[in-house]
């Protein structure tokens, strides 16, 4: 079936502008996570949702990102007057309902700030 | 608060050798669970393998296996039989089995096999 979905796969913003970044899940799996990985990192956190709710913001580095999951399925997430230090691969993920399932990753967004 | 640790930057390796990718953790918890990523130059991350706390058997699939030493709390993925489609950064990481079950992800360790 299809896997995690991310668009665009590449997107290149002035400093000070917005930007959306896209993820659509696997079918029927109802927790999504957003990750950031900056060069030579690992994945860090940013966001999880359980449903349409964010169940955990905590990784969110400061009140310029947000994220939404309106319909419970397709989630975006937000960059508000972007700095060059937001520059970085977003990644999504999704899991499936049964314990112990691994979290799912598509392809991230390479975010350029310039 | 969770800690993934993985001391070796890079390896190297000849084809057909077996290679072991070091892990260690930190955490309070009793439960949780332990998984292995392979991020190729592409940049997806690939599900490798996974190991519960309780789990007393060490986690296999196919050429991956999880040395999984609890009281050591380090959590080592052994690759048999390399190849060199095994070239790639491979990521160690933790999920918290409480509220988000979010992983916590260690800073890597490229792995180069050579012919």
């Known amino acids: 079936g299809a896997g995690v979905s991310q668009t665009p796969s590449n997107k290149v913003t002035e400093k000070g502008k917005y930007v959306e970044l896209r993820c659509d899940p696997i079918?029927?799996?109802?927790?999504l996570y957003w990750y950031r990985q900056s060069l030579g990192q690992g994945p860090e956190f940013l966001i999880y949702?359980?449903?349409?709710?964010?169940?955990?913001d905590s990784g969110l580095p400061n009140d310029r990102f947000f994220a939404v999951r309106p319909e419970g399925s397709v989630s975006t997430l937000k960059i508000q007057r972007t700095e060059r230090g937001d520059s970085a691969v977003y990644l999504c993920?999704?899991?499936?309902?049964?314990?112990?399932?691994?979290?799912?990753f598509g392809n991230g967004t390479r975010l350029t700030v310039t | 608060a969770q800690k993934i640790t993985q001391t070796q930057p890079g390896m190297f390796v000849q084809e057909k050798e077996a290679v072991t990718l070091d892990c260690t953790y930190d955490?309070?918890?009793?439960?949780?669970?332990l998984f292995w990523y392979k991020q190729p130059s592409s940049g997806e991350m690939i599900f490798l393998i996974y190991?519960?706390?309780?789990?007393?058997q060490n986690a296999t699939e196919g050429r991956y296996s999880l040395n999984f030493q609890k009281a050591r709390k380090s959590a080592n993925l052994v690759i048999s039989a390399s190849q060199l489609g095994d070239s790639a950064m491979y990521f160690c990481?933790?999920?918290?089995?409480?509220?988000?079950?979010?992983?916590?992800f260690g800073q890597g360790t490229r792995l180069t096999i050579n012919p």
């Open positions: 993920a999704s899991r499936a309902p049964a314990y112990n399932s691994p979290l799912h």
């Open positions: 079918s029927g799996h109802t927790a």
């Open positions: 949702f359980q449903g349409t709710g964010a169940a955990d």
């Open positions: 955490t309070s918890d009793q439960s949780y669970g």
């Open positions: 190991q519960g706390s309780y789990d007393e």
């Open positions: 990481a933790m999920r918290e089995d409480q509220g988000a079950q979010k992983l916590v």
